[in-house]
């Protein structure tokens, strides 16, 4: 009876012991830590800052409320006077995360922790993705954890935790990766289609920077091993793999065709068509950030978290330090953990001595490299090869987004380097041994009394402030604590006085906490976005029109003075002639009469309120004269040059109640007007809507009619049911040509370009889906044989 209850004890343990090291509770760890860490922002007990209540929140805002209504949102008429939304990538409208926010609209309003939850949602998955790509590269259950907590929660991601899109972008690399080495390891094709699925998606969170990344380095990670095949001299495997690239290419592309065709039509409009190396290299990684790589907030924070208690960005360079600005801490962090950088060089060591190279530790190594002196951006020369000879490379700013690749790389190794210890300890002790803890921990010893005892200060002269010596005093005993911990559980490992369940709960435990005290504070904001957009009803009753033909702008903003916050109109529908937006149109501003006096801008722009500033107070008052939102005239000068029509527009000759600018000769005969047909033209608007607007006209003769509507390829005009050519009107405007009589006029969102890509898309998307479902098939009729 003994001996069976001790087998049944003993099986209990057994099961007990492979449930607890099964992949699930290993991302059920994942889970809790994602919970654990973001609990404020899941609960709005705390938000997100910077860009989020700026820009993502009130995009996503009326991407919802319009989809929840029924509208495809090809155009913002709330901001800049109206400016392309769909074609915005940042939007994101087709990704299916930020698709799914129109069911959550209540009322006609988002509320914002909807948004921040999903955010939320994105580490989770990231964590998961990693987790899946390490366990794919044979890689143990610790050492795939701990990639997946170093991919997630090392600097880059927490930091970038506000900027929306590129974290929407940057998590499907890892879990495409997952997915073509899957197809590697089993020839299966359908995990080829799924991998395209899901560049599809990195394409559609919309970060082109990232993208643009991600294509390139899973090219180059299918390169690695279409070279590995071909020196194995297996033929056939590096045609398949070749193919599976290109299908790649072609679903993800292809599905995206929609939202890149539009997207490609705003970017050849807009101001950052081309841009100069200058701007190029803003956001580089200075050589002086390599200290944040061991402590990552030695030069302050970015975070807007006041209860944090926490020193803002110090070493600016108007103040005498090494950055452009205190936000680039987003950009110039380069953490990614300190168990990470123990591990890195026994594992570069323990690869290279031996026989078995199945990891692409060099691979690795050498693309994180790269991508490391890629950041440095106009701190060394790579940067500026890759923008003179690489296409593409001379339309991103901000080199130092590329340091996720550096992240995942050498995450990556030390990953391998926990493997190794942990599958083959004997072998890889010869590296991890005591002489290694003994010289890192001198390192560590080192590296801190050089802080304490002033030793680099001729580095940071701006550290003989107590108030900054203190704060980097504090962070280097971070640093000091956790490098002190993981020595020690790693000394007794070596040891043997360590259980190897003892051991990964250890690691794990520290890990947990080291990126927990880092990341935990960084993005919990006292904003509440809907404290931030709360405005007076009455107030905004007077700033919306009464009727569709009674249409008008506001000027909220005058300098560092606004009234409203810049998207302020996205939320309450306020047609603002302001915003705020990477991509702008190049044209959105007719010129001024000079650089002290915008009425014209305005009149011109139907701004009926403009921000008026007295001192320190600020107020709206009534813009007499603004013109109507449209307009007809007789009279009109042509200017084939630009410079010659803005000059004309600046000077005193150009009398814009009476005359209108265009940029080429009409078709019809526009014939000069006596005072009865300037009485007798009559122009309504009868509706107006997002990417439509209707109006009626009547005239005794041929006439222009100016719409003070922003000029964009995109729309289509139709008078009386037959399509006119929209003509581009004193600067930024549209116009056309009407005949005389009564007329009916549409005005409608109808991109050419667009359409097409939307036809590829839904091709494609088709193929594709006949393609999945049919591998499918063959897959189950193939085990089913079997």
């Not at 190794?420 to 890192?440: A, C, G, P, V």
């Not at 990477?582 to 501003?589: E, Q, S």
Request: aromatic fraction near 16%; include cysteine; hydrophobic fraction near 45%.
């Amino acid at each position: 009876m003994k001996k069976t209850s001790n087998l049944k004890t003993q099986s209990g343990i057994d099961k007990l012991n492979k449930y607890l090291n099964s992949d699930w509770v290993y991302i059920l760890l994942l889970l809790i830590f994602c919970i654990i860490i973001f609990r404020e922002l899941i609960t709005g007990q705390s938000w997100l800052h910077d860009d989020f209540p700026y820009v993502y929140y009130p995009g996503k805002f009326l991407m919802a409320v319009s989809l929840a209504n029924d509208i495809f949102p090809y155009w913002n008429p709330f901001a800049f006077s109206g400016t392309p939304f769909f074609a915005d990538p940042q939007i994101g409208i087709l990704y299916p995360l930020n698709y799914v926010m129109k069911y959550f609209v209540s009322n006609n309003s988002l509320n914002p922790l909807v948004v921040q939850n999903i955010i939320v949602l994105h580490f989770f998955l990231a964590s998961v993705f990693a987790y899946l790509f390490a366990k794919e590269l044979k890689l143990n259950k610790l050492a795939s954890f701990v990639f997946g907590m170093i991919y997630t929660y090392s600097a880059f991601m927490i930091i970038h935790m506000m900027h929306m899109n590129l974290l929407e972008s940057l998590i499907w690399l890892p879990f495409a990766l997952y997915l073509f080495l899957k197809f590697i390891n089993t020839n299966k094709f359908y995990f080829i289609i799924l991998a395209g699925l899901t560049m599809c998606l990195s394409i559609l969170g919309g970060y082109p920077q990232t993208f643009v990344f991600n294509f390139i380095f899973l090219g180059l990670f299918a390169l690695y091993y279409i070279y590995k095949s071909y020196k194995s001299k297996d033929n056939k495997k590096v045609i398949q793999l070749i193919i599976s690239v290109i299908i790649i290419v072609i679903i993800s592309g292809g599905i995206s065709s929609f939202q890149l065709f539009a997207t490609n039509e705003f970017s050849e409009n807009s101001e950052r068509q081309n841009i100069g190396y200058e701007f190029a290299k803003q956001g580089s990684v200075h050589p002086l950030d390599i200290f944040t790589l061991f402590v990552p907030k030695i030069f302050g924070t970015f975070n807007w978290n006041d209860k944090a208690d926490e020193l803002s960005y110090w070493s600016v360079s108007k103040s005498g330090g090494h950055q452009e600005g205190s936000w680039m801490f987003t950009i110039s962090t380069l953490y990614i953990s300190l168990l990470a950088l123990i591990f890195i060089i026994p594992a570069i060591r323990y690869y290279f001595n031996s026989k078995e190279k199945n990891f692409p530790l060099l691979f690795f190594g050498i693309v994180g490299l790269i991508a490391l002196f890629f950041s440095f951006g106009g701190n060394f020369f790579v940067h500026k090869i890759f923008f003179d000879f690489i296409p593409l490379f001379d339309r991103f700013r901000n080199p130092g987004h590329i340091t996720f690749i550096f992240t995942m790389t050498f995450g990556l190794i030390a990953a391998y380097g926990i493997d190794r210890l942990t599958e083959d300890k004997k072998q890889f002790s010869q590296f991890l041994n005591k002489k290694y803890l003994i010289f890192f921990s001198g390192f560590v010893l080192l590296f801190t009394l050089a802080f304490y005892t002033g030793i680099f200060k001729s580095l940071f002269p701006l550290s003989s402030n107590t108030q900054i010596n203190d704060w980097i005093k504090s962070q280097v005993n971070i640093f000091f604590l956790f490098s002190a911990l993981y020595l020690l559980i790693l000394y007794f490992n070596s040891n043997g006085k360590l259980k190897i369940n003892l051991f990964y709960s250890g690691i794990i435990t520290i890990l947990c906490l080291e990126l927990y005290v880092f990341g935990f504070n960084q993005n919990n904001g006292s904003s509440n976005p809907n404290q931030m957009y709360s405005q007076d009803k009455n107030v905004l009753s007077k700033l919306k029109p009464d009727s569709p033909g009674n249409q008008f702008r506001v000027n909220m903003r005058e300098g560092s003075n606004m009234l409203f916050q810049r998207q302020q109109g996205l939320v309450d529908e306020i047609q603002l002639i302001e915003g705020v937006n990477v991509l702008t149109l190049n044209k959105k501003i007719p010129p001024p009469k000079s650089d002290t006096d915008n009425k014209q801008s305005l009149d011109l722009l139907n701004v009926k309120y403009k921000i008026n500033v007295q001192g320190k107070q600020s107020g709206l008052t009534e813009n007499s004269g603004f013109l109507p939102r449209a307009k007809i005239y007789n009279d009109f000068k042509v200017f084939n040059a630009e410079n010659d029509l803005l000059s004309f527009m600046k000077s005193s000759d150009f009398d814009y109640y009476k005359t209108i600018v265009l940029e080429k000769e009409p078709k019809l005969n526009i014939e000069k007007p006596d005072s009865n047909d300037i009485a007798n033209n009559k122009v309504e608007i009868k509706q107006y809507e997002m990417n439509k607007i209707e109006l009626e006209s009547e005239t005794n003769k041929n006439s222009i009619l100016l719409l003070s509507e922003i000029f964009y390829p995109a729309w289509k005009a139709f008078v009386n049911g037959n399509e006119t050519e929209i003509l581009r009107a004193n600067y930024c405007l549209r116009a056309i040509e009407l005949p005389a009589g009564k007329n009916k006029i549409e005005f409608i969102y109808k991109s050419e370009s667009t359409e097409k890509g939307k036809i590829i898309s839904l091709i494609t998307l088709g193929l594709t889906s006949l393609l999945l479902i049919g591998s499918l098939i063959y897959e189950f009729k193939s085990r089913k044989k079997l």
